[in-house]
């Protein structure tokens, strides 16, 4: 059996993203607790929040895009690329096509993106954390995805699809409740925080 490559180019994105920001949240929610209170609506956020974003990528990005599970009219499907988006696990191309072939080579350790032969940490997050070979992108395997206008736009706009998304759920409903700061700390950060780790565990724990 082979492992993974142990020297591989640093994913400088992901590992801010999946380093940075929990690093981040136990810093600074910390300190907001300690001089303010989080309100009922901050922490009804968090729950309600995680639901949508855990939808995006159970009923959207695997069961429909990566598994073709079921069809979905346009609105849905809309509606679930949003969700999607908001749980900030790369773009349906990207994780769709990545899914696909974890299935095809499961826990070959040279061609399963994560495979959990190579470990427990590799599985959970590693694989994202470098550029390693097995993880890069193929989407050879996803040729209905690429003729698809909405997974396409999606990926072509993927960052700024991010930053209005979260903008667009976090503030207006942060302003509804008047608890701007909580809502963003609890129904974003830790919300992001949570919906990652659930989703890796499903290449670990499960």
Same mark, same amino acid.
């Given at each position: 059996?082979?492992?993974?490559?142990?020297?591989? &180019?640093?994913?400088?994105?992901? !590992?801010?993203?999946?380093?940075?920001? &929990?690093?981040?949240?136990?810093?600074?929610?910390?300190?907001?607790?300690?001089?303010?209170? *989080?309100?009922? !609506?901050?922490?009804? $956020?968090?729950?309600?929040? =995680?639901?949508?974003? $855990?939808?995006?990528?159970?009923?959207?990005?695997?069961?429909?895009?990566?598994?073709?599970?079921?069809?979905?009219?346009?609105?849905?499907?809309?509606? =679930?690329?949003?969700?999607?988006? *908001?749980?900030?696990?790369? !773009?349906?191309?990207?994780?769709?096509?990545?899914?696909?072939?974890? @299935?095809?080579?499961?826990?070959?350790?040279?061609? /399963?993106?994560?495979?959990?032969?190579?470990? *427990?940490?590799?599985?959970?997050?590693?694989?994202?954390?470098?550029?390693?070979?097995?993880?890069?992108?193929?989407?050879?395997?996803? &040729? /209905?995805?690429?003729?698809?206008?909405?997974?396409?736009?999606?990926?072509?706009?993927?960052?700024?699809?991010?930053?209005?998304? @979260?903008?667009? =759920?976090?503030?207006?409903?942060?302003?509804?409740?008047? /608890?701007?700061?909580?809502?963003?700390?609890?129904?974003?950060?830790?919300?992001?925080?949570?919906?990652?780790?659930?989703?890796? /565990?499903?290449?670990?724990?499960?």
């Amino acid at each position: 059996m082979t492992s993974a490559p142990l020297k591989a &180019p640093i994913n400088w994105t992901a !590992s801010i993203t999946l380093i940075g920001l &929990p690093i981040l949240a136990a810093i600074i929610i910390p300190i907001y607790a300690y001089y303010y209170d *989080f309100s009922v !609506s901050a922490w009804v $956020s968090l729950f309600f929040l =995680l639901a949508l974003s $855990s939808m995006g990528i159970t009923a959207g990005y695997h069961r429909l895009w990566a598994h073709r599970a079921y069809e979905a009219a346009l609105p849905l499907k809309i509606l =679930l690329m949003i969700a999607g988006t *908001f749980a900030v696990q790369n !773009s349906i191309l990207f994780w769709a096509s990545g899914h696909r072939t974890h @299935h095809r080579h499961v826990d070959d350790v040279d061609q /399963d993106p994560y495979s959990i032969n190579n470990g *427990f940490w590799y599985a959970h997050m590693g694989w994202m954390l470098r550029n390693y070979p097995a993880a890069e992108p193929n989407y050879k395997n996803a &040729p /209905d995805l690429l003729n698809d206008k909405l997974v396409m736009f999606q990926h072509k706009y993927y960052v700024p699809l991010v930053i209005e998304v @979260h903008a667009g =759920l976090l503030l207006p409903i942060g302003w509804l409740v008047g /608890d701007v700061w909580g809502v963003l700390l609890l129904g974003g950060l830790i919300r992001l925080f949570i919906s990652h780790h659930v989703t890796f /565990d499903i290449n670990t724990l499960c």
